[in-house]
Antibody, heavy 116, light 110 residues
Framework: VQLVQSGAEVKKPGASVKVSCKASGYNFTIYALHWVRQAPGQSLEYMGWINTAIGITKYSQKFQGRVTITRDTSASIVYMELSSLRSEDTAVYYC??????????WGQGTLVTVSS | QSALTQPPSVSGSPGQSVTISCTGASSDVGSYNRVSWYQQSPGTAPKLMIYEVSNRPSGVPDRFSGSKSGNTASLTISGLQAEDEAEYFCSSYTSSSTWVFGGGTKLTVL
């Protein structure tokens, strides 16, 4: 099992960022995929998840309206787009798979820097 | 959804035991046995150590154990080793069909 994320991004305040997570080594549509972020020196913060089989999403209330998670089942890729970026969104963004409510595999992380 | 509460730091000498608590609410830890624990070293992704309160994935030493009482889950590491020094996060499924993490606890092996 591997989750490989796209590379680091630098964005200006107010812009949007779209991070990808390519899954391999398992049946993509059997497991949900999630996004979790970690600001420098801070804890893990849950953002939301997608049912990869039917595309239904659920977002943490904090990010509702600003985050969109989508998937491309033909390519086994999940995307996370965060809009209206501000400096506080500077963080490492991780995708993670759940099996039986547990985050069993994680991507390597993508650093998103928001700076003017 | 508020973050689960963990102590910022704990410490112990090699061979000793330490326990890290994780306090949530009736809408998360208190309602579900879907609490897991993750170990994170600097610059790396979290690694699963305990799932469903007290189960260990293969490859995790049996020095790591978990429990839960009411709204509080706990991770105990016995026979501390230098390699256990890391940050530890708890996580729980919630009644909102999302997950929540704890604030993290830095373990120092003296």
């Amino acid at each position: 099992v591997q989750l490989v994320q796209s590379g680091a991004e630098v964005k200006k305040p107010g812009a949007s960022v779209k991070v990808s997570c390519k899954a391999s080594g398992y049946n993509f549509t059997i497991y949900a995929l999630h996004w979790v972020r970690q600001a420098p020196g801070q804890s893990l913060e849950y953002m939301g998840w997608i049912n990869t089989a039917i595309g239904i999403t659920k977002y943490s209330q904090k990010f509702q309206g600003r985050v969109t998670i989508t998937r491309d089942t033909s390519a086994s890729i999940v995307y996370m787009e965060l809009s209206s970026l501000r400096s506080e969104d500077t963080a490492v963004y991780y995708c993670a798979r759940t099996a039986q409510w547990v985050f069993d595999y994680w991507g390597q992380g993508t650093l998103v820097t928001v700076s003017s | 959804q508020s973050a689960l509460t963990q102590p910022p730091s704990v410490s112990g000498s090699p061979g000793q035991s330490v326990t890290i608590s994780c306090t949530g609410a009736s809408s998360d830890v208190g309602s579900y046995n879907r609490v897991s624990w993750y170990q994170q070293s600097p610059g790396t992704a979290p690694k699963l150590m305990i799932y469903e309160v007290s189960n260990r994935p293969s490859g995790v030493p049996d020095r790591f154990s978990g429990s839960k009482s009411g709204n509080t889950a706990s991770l105990t590491i016995s026979g501390l080793q230098a390699e256990d020094e890391a940050e530890y996060f708890c996580s729980s499924y919630t009644s909102s069909s999302t997950w929540v993490f704890g604030g993290g606890t830095k373990l120092t092996v003296l």
